[in-house]
Structure formats: C-alpha cells, structure tokens
C-alpha cells in the first residue's frame, strides 16, 4: 500500500526490496516487536553452501526473533518457486493456529508474486515433447514459431518478450503436451495469501547509498571468509547450471579460488554485480509491487516504529 494512514495490523508482513537495502535487519526487528517469526523469502538464501556469499541474517538479526527456510537446502538441490512455496505455506498454516504474525522477507520477487498471485499449477511436460519443441524453434526461428503458438495460445504469445526462447519454447510444449493453452492454467491459479491477510512493503533507500551498501558488503565478505566458503562449494564440482552456482559473485571468487583471478579484481568484479542485481531488483519492485508502501530509510528501529505505528500496534 502507498498510503501512510492507519490500518489494521496484518497476519502476514511482507518486506521486500534489493540487496543491501537492510530487509534482514527491519524483518528482525519487527518481527521482535510484534512476537513474530521470519521466513525466508530469498531464492539465494535458501541455500546452506553460500551464507556469507548470500549475505544470509546476521548473528544480531537471529538473536532477535526465530527464523524459518534459511540454510535448508543443498547446493546439488535446484528449488524451484512451486518448492518454496509449498514449503512455506505450512509454516504459514502452522503460524496462523498459534495466532502469530509472520514477517517474509527476501529480494526474490517471484517468490512474492506467487504469495500474493498465485502460482500456475501447470502440469510437467514430457521430455520428448519438450525435445521435439525445442527442435521445431531451432529448425523454424521465431516467426514461424510465433506463429504457431500464437494459434494455440495467442496471450502467451503476446506476452511472452521478444528471443525469449525459453518461455516461448515452454508455453508452446504446455499446449502440444496438454491440449490447454498455458494462459488457461495461469487464469486457474488463486492467491496463497487472501486480500486483508497481508501487507507489503518495499525497502527504497536512495541509489547512491544503497550502491555504497551494496560496495561496503562485498568488501565485509572478504573479511568473513567468502573466499574459503566459495573454494568449498567450487570443490565440490557440482552442475554449473544449478542455482546455487549462480548466486551474484560465486562465478568471481571461484576464479580468484582457482588462481584465475587477483582478489581485488574479484572483489571490483562482485561489486559491480552486485550493483546492477540490486538495479534489477529495483525495477522489478517498481513495475510489479507499484501499491506497495515505500520506505526510504535503512534504519531497521525507524522503520519498524513507522511501520507499527500506522498498524495501531
């Protein structure tokens, strides 16, 4: 919501924002104060291999209130949206019977999305029929490919951005697969969070500062260890397409690790990443949260005392 007037408190806070915007330390300590848990909305953090290469909850931020779905998953493990939020939602539940707010906080926008859009139970696709799709797109280029979908499901089409091949190539396999145009199974889906039961806010602080926050990171990772946390995730060999490999700097300090890379070259290589990821965050918030309330501050006591405040709490 934009508006600073009062409303009810809610049973579900959703903290939202780029990295390095403080969304661990406001989460904390709201949940602190309205005898909450937080909840892990982080794709990154999910992760138990990358804690410091994630930036996941400090020492302080736990201290303060239980945390929930940090550090769950391995490394060899690709989660999926479909994974966390079916995961999340018995915590949730779980919540919700002990009469106790949840506090979601992460920079995954997609992970919001589903909470409070829903999520497209579209059934699996077949192998062969994907691999045959694949080929048609590669044997036929775009138009001709967009042609044809667009028979089948012509809103996909439309929607679906120009070279996407991924999307193009899934929304057309869901069709053949299935019979049912994609959009159809998007159009069945239901929110997981019902209007009334949640708010949502987005960390904004102003650019300069957040790209110094998001510089002065990087550099406190060094000092951490990254460097020894990444050479055991790189020693480990694992599928370079996983998600945990491609966490912002994971590809930098393996080099560095690896003896391809000088530190500071590292360093400067992750900070510029971690700079334009906090950019897209920035614009994927702006487009899909617009009735979001905003907060500007990155004082995480400021912020919760204005966030009860309008609460009544």
Not at 54 to 83: C, E, F, K, M, N
Not at 222 to 245: F, K, T, W, Y
């Amino acid at each position: 919501m934009a508006s600073a007037d009062r409303v009810s408190a809610p049973a579900v806070w959703l903290i939202a924002g780029p990295t390095a915007s403080g969304k661990s330390a406001l989460a904390a300590r709201l949940a602190q104060r309205i005898g909450g848990e937080v909840i892990n909305a982080d794709a990154s953090q999910l992760y138990a291999d990358l804690a410091i290469l994630t930036a996941r909850p400090s020492a302080a931020d736990l201290a303060q209130a239980p945390h929930r779905l940090y550090g769950i998953a391995d490394g060899a493990d690709a989660w999926s949206v479909g994974r966390w939020l079916r995961a999340v939602l018995p915590v949730l539940d779980a919540l919700r019977g002990q009469g106790r707010p949840a506090v979601l906080t992460g920079g995954t926008g997609l992970y919001f999305r589903a909470l409070t859009h829903g999520l497209a139970d579209s059934p699996e696709v077949p192998e062969a029929v994907r691999a045959a799709v694949q080929a048609r797109y590669t044997a036929e280029g775009e138009a001709v490919f967009r042609a044809v979908l667009r028979d089948l499901d012509p809103a996909a089409e439309a929607r679906i951005a120009p070279r996407d091949r991924q999307r193009l190539v899934r929304a057309l396999s869901v069709a053949e697969a299935t019979g049912r145009a994609l959009s159809d199974w998007q159009a069945d889906t239901r929110p997981a969070l019902a209007p009334g039961q949640w708010r949502g806010v987005v960390l904004d602080p102003p650019r300069d500062a957040l790209y110094a926050r998001c510089d002065a990171r990087v550099s406190a990772m060094v000092a951490q260890g990254v460097c020894d946390e990444v050479a055991q995730l790189a020693d480990r060999n694992l599928d370079p397409e996983l998600p945990v490999m491609k966490a912002v700097g994971y590809r930098w300090f393996a080099a560095h690790v690896q003896g391809a890379l000088a530190l500071d070259e590292a360093v400067t290589a992750t900070a510029q990443d971690t700079r334009r990821y906090a950019k897209r965050q920035m614009t994927w918030f702006r487009n899909q949260t617009p009735d979001w309330q905003r907060l500007p501050s990155d004082e995480a006591e400021a912020q919760a005392e204005t966030l009860l405040a309008q609460a009544g709490a």
